[in-house]
Structures are given as structure tokens and as C-alpha cells.
């Protein structure tokens, strides 16, 4: 497991960063719900009467009033987008970075397989996004009690899930893209991981376009369905972290046949 | 057993050209040159011996194993110096020693001291400070601190001060005394022939020569000087002919009888007949003309 230290360690700054990022704009929201609660009557007809912009971000469905309808819109794009540009630059970066800073050299040079380096560096980036998850989860949870709101395990839990199974799709479809990469990756990696929260807006606003949530993974991390339904859509999170092996199988069959230069 | 052995190796990228049908042998416990101009399929070679690149066709064993089907067993008993040493960006220069170590699942510490003591390297420098000579040496303990029984060193000795390159190659002497073999490929001829038993000349991605560094050396061919007033219009077998203030020089490769004779003809008030430069023989392998006469 050395190079998942070695991983973990390249990667310790962009990881505290964007946690942290992620983590304060998520407990700011938190805490300002408080103060917004009781304006959230016309506030919530506001939000709930905006057209297409309502539907676009799942308004129609839920009341933006309570705790878990503002957590479902405010808390999922932040940990939605946020936690999909992590995982899609984790990602996209992990093998293409070793030819495109020339250290490729000096790692695959030493008596360890490709498919090791391959498995190791996978593990470190899906041990990254647990580790956001599991931190933003927490801080989630506590200042939820902090502004003395019950919490609502279940539909928290089950959001949170799903947004972790979006970093692990995208994580995984962006792992296999970089397999194939020499040089320049972050660029692919935030195209990838915006088009696909853009492709679930469209999906959103209209009817025709919903066929776009079979492969956006924000489809399946929409908060009002998961509230509504009281579940995840099994299929669709199927189906998406499908994608997502594939990336990986993608990533294994390239790396261990490419030339490195 | 042969340290390195290539049948037919050929390496395309695409249509460009990369080495062609190589055969390369080099015995265990040589201390091996590998000689070419730029561009000539050295370091191609190099990466196709580490498994970094896939032959095209052909095949190459290395201490006695399919580079191919059992590259990572091969990897353990080779020690790599790339001609631009690149690490990780952030990490200390002892970091980045340990790392490699760890990668071999080796402790090499007390190698490892050594090795920086004799090459003065400061290890707690991080990498990116280190000028290219002090990267180099980092790349030179990496290759030496677990003891390979292989070495492949791509032209090593760019950016290290002449003390550091003579420290180095009394490194290498004192490995090849213990058994190690020395693969070194450079283009700077004098390093091959004060340190390399035998070596091979790689040209347009095809191998010219291969033998003792002396034999390759030795050849009939003479430089020629000769003062007065000359008319070689005669003479058929010369090169590089070289004419400033009455005199001319150039490299004769024919009858020698021929060459006093024609000589004995003319006005001549001083005349040289000595060897080759060693540079003026391989620039000769360098260049068209394939072999020497």
C-alpha cells in the first residue's frame, strides 16, 4: 500500500481544500436556515412559483420551507457540484498525471505491476471521496442539531448516499478517460462532471429531455425525489455506477498495455 | 547467461521509426556502451528493455526473463537512471529515496547513506529546488541504493562537475568488480572508452557495430598531414580533407603504397601519418557511409 500513501499524501492539500470548501459553504447554509425560516412562508411561494427556474432545481416538488426541503436544493447542489468536481479531478488525474509530469518514468520503473499501480491509485481516490463524504456527512449532522432542528436521518442519509455514488460514477468513468491521457486532463474533468449537472437541469425543464437521467448521475441525487419517494431509484444508481465500472475496466485494459513515453 | 539479450527488437511509433530488428547481447558482469547520435533509438531501446514501450515485434530477455511476461520480476533486479531525472513535485529529496526503496520493498538505508555521502547530496532538500546535476544524483542513488544486479544508465553523467562524474564511475568500477553488470548509454566517447569493455553503435534506429571498444576503435584508416605544395587529385581513398596556409590534413583509408607513392611526387616539406581521433572514427559510424574501410 505504498503508493496509496504516496497518493494520499500528493494529494492531501486539493483534498483538505475542497473538503473544507465544500464543508463551510454547506454549514453556512445550515446555519442561516434559522433566520430564513420564519420569512420562508412568502419565501417558499417565491421559490415554489419561479417556472421553469422552480423545476430545474426540483422546487415544484418539495417545500423549501422545511429543514429538509431547503437542505434537499441548497445542500445538494453545493455537495452536488462541489463533490463531483472533486471526484472528476481526483479522477481524471490520478494516471494521466504521472506522463504529463514526466514522473511516469520513475514510477513505472520500479518492480511493481501496472495493475497494482492502477488498483493502488484507485484506492486512494475512492478512499478520498469516503473520506469527504464522511466528513461534510458529519459536520452536516451536527450543525443540523446545533440550530436545534431534529435531524432527519433517513432522507439525510439517503441524499448523502446518493451524492456519494455520483463521485464514485464520475470518479470511475473519469479514472478510465485518464488511463487514455497523456497530458492536460482537469479541463476534460470539469467538462465532465458540468455537462452532466447541466444535462440533469435540461432533464428537469423538459419532458422530452428525460432520458438524460439515465445518464446524468445527478438524476438519481435529485433531493425532492429522494424526499418524495422516500427511496433511491435503484435502476438509475445501478445503471449509473455501471458506467462507472466500465471506466474502471477501461482504465485497467489501457494502462497495462500503454506505451509510456 | 547474457544480462541483456534482443532478437529482431523493433519499435514503431506509428509510422515514425524507433529501433529495427536489434539483436543486442551483452553478457552478465560487462560493462557495456551503447553509442549513437540523437534520435538513433538509444533511449527507445532503454524503454523497451524497462517495459515502458512495447515492441512492435521481436523479443527482449533481460538477466534471463521475458521482459514482457515477467517485466515487475525483471524490475527488481534492475537499477534505471533516466537521462532527465524527474520526481514528484513537494517531496524531499530523502522522501523520494524512501519511496523507491518502499516501492522495492527494500530497506537499503545504510546503502542508501552511503551512496549520498560519496555523491554530497543534501537529502533534505525538496526536488524541486535541486539544480539538474543534484536531481541527477538523486536519480543515481535511486538506481544504485538496493544493489541491482543490472544497471541501465542513460547518459549519465550530463550535469554532474567532472569531480562528481569521476565519483560516480569509481561507483560503477567498484559495482562491476562485485559482479554488476553496466549498461551505459552516452554519446560522450571518451567516457565509453576509459570505462566500457565492449559497446554497440545504434544509427537510424539500426545496429552498425558491436564489439570490443579497441576493436572498434583500431582501424586502418590514418590521419594524414602533410605541409608544401600538395595535388591529391590522385589519390582516391580520402576523407575529411582538411587545406589551410600549405597544408592539408585529411583521413586515408587506402593502399598505403599508393599514398607514398603519389606523395613521393610532390613538393612536400613535412608530413604526419598518425591514428584516428577516437571522436573522428565514431563520427564516421555517425554519419552515412556505414562501416570503416
Known amino acids: ?250 482504465a485497467y485494459c489501457r494502462y497495462c498495455k500503454k506505451d509510456i513515453q | 547467461m547474457e544480462a541483456i539479450k534482443t532478437t529482431k527488437l523493433t519499435k514503431y511509433y506509428g509510422k515514425a521509426r524507433g529501433i529495427i530488428d536489434l539483436d543486442l547481447a551483452v553478457e552478465e558482469g560487462e560493462f557495456f556502451g551503447f553509442i549513437g547520435p540523437n534520435g538513433a533509438g538509444k533511449s527507445t531501446t532503454i524503454r523497451t528493455l524497462l517495459g515502458l514501450l512495447n515492441p512492435s515485434s521481436g523479443s527482449a530477455e533481460v538477466l534471463g526473463k521475458s521482459i514482457i511476461g515477467s517485466r515487475t520480476e525483471v524490475l527488481k533486479d534492475v537499477g534505471y537512471l533516466p537521462s532527465e531525472a524527474v520526481f514528484y513535485q513537494g517531496m524531499r529529496v530523502k522522501e523520494v529515496l524512501k519511496l523507491s526503496a518502499d516501492l522495492r520493498k527494500t530497506d537499503c538505508k545504510k546503502e542508501r547513506e552511503k551512496l549520498c555521502e560519496r555523491l554530497q547530496l543534501d537529502t533534505n532538500k525538496r526536488v524541486e529546488e535541486l539544480s539538474f546535476g543534484n536531481r541527477k544524483k538523486v536519480g543515481i542513488v535511486c538506481a544504485l541504493q538496493h544493489q541491482p544486479r543490472l544497471l541501465i544508465l542513460d547518459e549519465p553523467t550530463s550535469g554532474l562537475d567532472p569531480l562528481m562524474q569521476r565519483e560516480f564511475f569509481e561507483i560503477l568500477q567498484e559495482r562491476n568488480q562485485s559482479g554488476t553488470t553496466v549498461f551505459l548509454s552516452s554519446h560522450i566517447l571518451s567516457e565509453i572508452q576509459r570505462n566500457c569493455t565492449r559497446a554497440a553503435i545504434i544509427r537510424e534506429g539500426r545496429l552498425i557495430a558491436c564489439d570490443s571498444v579497441e576493436a572498434l576503435a583500431k582501424t586502418n584508416t590514418k590521419r594524414v598531414t602533410v605541409h608544401g605544395v600538395v595535388d591529391l587529385k590522385a589519390l582516391s581513398d580520402i576523407r575529411d580533407l582538411q587545406t589551410a596556409e600549405g597544408s592539408s590534413s585529411f583521413l586515408y583509408s587506402g593502399e598505403m603504397k599508393e599514398l607514398l607513392s603519389v606523395l613521393a611526387a610532390l613538393d612536400i616539406r613535412d608530413l604526419t601519418i598518425a591514428e584516428p581521433d577516437l571522436e573522428e572514427i565514431f563520427m564516421h559510424y555517425y554519419t552515412d557511409g556505414g562501416d570503416l574501410a
Open chain 1, 1 to 250: 500500500m505504498t503508493l496509496v500513501k504516496h497518493e494520499l499524501k500528493q494529494g492531501r492539500t486539493a483534498f483538505l481544500i475542497w473538503t473544507a470548501s465544500i464543508a463551510f459553504l454547506m454549514l453556512t447554509c445550515i446555519f442561516l436556515f434559522p433566520e430564513m425560516k420564519g420569512e420562508m412562508e412568502e419565501v417558499g411561494d417565491m421559490f415554489s412559483s419561479m417556472g421553469s427556474f422552480t423545476v430545474a432545481f426540483g422546487m415544484d416538488k418539495i417545500n423549501f420551507g422545511t429543514l429538509l426541503g431547503f437542505y434537499a436544493v441548497e445542500c445538494g447542489n453545493i455537495l452536488g457540484l462541489g463533490g463531483a468536481f472533486f471526484a472528476a479531478l481526483c479522477g481524471i488525474a490520478v494516471l494521466s498525471k504521472e506522463e504529463k509530469e514526466h514522473t511516469a518514468e520513475f514510477l513505472l520503473t520500479h518492480p511493481v505491476s501496472r495493475a497494482r499501480i492502477i488498483t493502488e491509485k484507485l484506492i486512494s481516490v475512492l478512499l478520498q471521496i469516503v473520506l469527504l463524504n464522511a466528513i461534510v456527512f458529519g459536520l452536516s449532522v451536527a450543525s443540523i442539531a446545533a440550530i436545534g432542528e431534529t435531524v432527519p436521518w433517513k432522507e439525510l442519509w439517503m441524499m448523502h448516499l446518493a451524492y456519494f455514488f455520483l463521485q464514485v460514477e464520475l470518479a470511475g468513468i473519469c479514472f478510465g478517460i485518464s488511463a487514455f491521457l497523456r497530458r492536460g486532463s482537469i479541463g476534460i474533468g470539469l467538462g465532465i462532471a458540468t455537462m452532466m449537472y447541466f444535462l440533469n437541469i435540461i432533464a428537469n425543464i423538459t419532458e422530452s429531455a428525460e432520458f438524460l437521467k439515465y445518464i446524468t448521475p445527478f438524476g438519481y441525487t435529485e433531493g425532492a425525489d429522494i424526499v418524495l419517494n422516500g427511496e433511491l431509484d435503484t435502476g438509475l444508481v445501478v445503471l449509473g455506477l455501471a458506467f462507472g465500472v466500465i471506466g474502471i475496466v477501461a
